[in-house]
């Protein structure tokens, strides 16, 4: 099965936290508030890939691309768990209106969304960090 490693860091001089996967640097916040949340950045991924996933519906089918996509993120105030995302792909007005099921259909097979509905296991343990 192929893996992927994460390395997760503290920023220099702030409470920022590095997220280094493959070649890229994420910057996650960690407590000042200067940077999106961790939870922000999980939401975004799954409107990343919906609105990908719409694109290319559309790529694949010969359709006007989508202009952008909106989410209304619902929170419980207990909780502090996201109740539900909604989100509305943003189409041309020259997208043919006999398509909107159907671009619906598809975007809603987002493989980020498909992970929350379907959640990973999830362990966490703790180790000293080796001197030099």
Known sequence: MPTREISVSFAPDSKNIQIQIESFTVIADGGDRSEPSPGVL??????AC???????????????????????????DETHLVDSVNMRVLVPPEF?????????????????????????????????????
């Open 50 to 76: 919906t609105a990908s996933t719409a694109r290319g519906y559309c790529h694949r089918n010969g359709l006007p691309y989508p202009t952008g996509l909106n989410a209304e993120v619902t929170f419980n």
């Open 42 to 47: 999980f939401i975004s991924g799954v409107a």
């Open 96 to 132: 043919p209106a006999e398509r909107l099921d159907a671009l619906q259909k598809a975007a809603g097979k987002c493989t980020v969304k498909k992970w929350w509905q379907s959640p990973p296991d999830f362990s966490v343990s703790a180790s000293q960090e080796e001197s030099s």
